[in-house]
């Protein structure tokens, strides 16, 4: 009983502590939401409805549009009113399947940028809202993401939202330069067994009509 009371009382210490430093840190939620929509380079749009319904009042939520690699994409910004709470930013706008070393493949929320990881890296890093989404484009405009799907009806509901509409991603051009890229790393995978079955030859595990047998059908895949 001891134990469990003194791991509560040190976990509400500590939480007690992280509110304060956040709010030390002297970045109020208006403060947040003011640099996002007050910012001159960023095409923001308040947002009335998340994926299951109408917005509730511990949340806000925000559209952010820009260009990136001949595309136009579009991120969900939601910013809670849990002032201890990083803002999680997710792909939207019609981009069903997306890669890219920052996303999660599943939910393409953006987890790779490190002060939105986490409450404490959030608070710690004094970083207003605006900044943290320019950081973030800047990123996808630096290594484009790889957008593998698209539902082109809801990029176009997006076009009224926005200065300029979303320009549409053709499905079928995207699933070729994915097929491409399938087919690229195939040929990188037959090259290296090659290479592997040629040391084994030269070693005498492999007989010389083994060895072209096997490196025929690698061939074949190329």
């Known amino acids: 009983m001891f134990s469990a009371y003194s791991s509560a009382a040190a ?14 840190r002297g970045i109020s939620i208006q403060e947040h939401e ?42 969900r910004v ?7 709470q990083p803002p999680s930013i997710k792909f939207a706008g019609g981009v069903l399947k997306a890669k890219h070393l920052w996303l999660d493949p599943r939910t393409l929320k953006v987890n ?5 990881t986490c409450v404490s890296k959030w608070m710690d890093s004094g970083v207003k809202l605006n900044q943290a989404v320019h950081e973030i484009i800047e990123e996808f405009k630096r290594r484009p993401p790889v957008i ?22 053709a499905p079928p051009m995207v699933v070729a330069e ?18 592997k ?18 490196k025929a059908k690698l061939i074949l895949k190329m």
């Open 78 to 84: 939601k910013l809670h009113r849990d002032e201890t």
């Open 148 to 169: 593998i799907a698209v539902n082109e009806k809801e990029m176009l509901s997006f076009s009224h939202l926005h200065k300029h509409p979303p320009v549409p991603i």
């Open 197 to 214: 079955l040629a040391d084994l030859f030269h070693q005498g595990i492999l007989t010389e009509d083994e060895f072209k047998e096997a």
């Open 112 to 116: 790779g940028y490190m002060p939105i």
């Open 11 to 24: 976990k509400a210490r500590v939480q007690a502590r992280t509110l304060q430093a956040h709010r030390n």
């Open 34 to 75: 003011n640099s996002l929509l007050n910012d001159p380079e960023l095409d923001v749009t308040p947002c009335f409805q998340t994926e299951k319904g109408t917005t509730t009042p511990e949340q806000k939520i925000y559209h952010v549009r820009f260009d990136c690699d001949d595309k136009t994409l579009v991120l």
């Open 178 to 195: 994915d097929e491409e890229h399938k087919h690229h790393q195939e040929r990188e995978n037959a090259v290296d067994q090659i290479v």
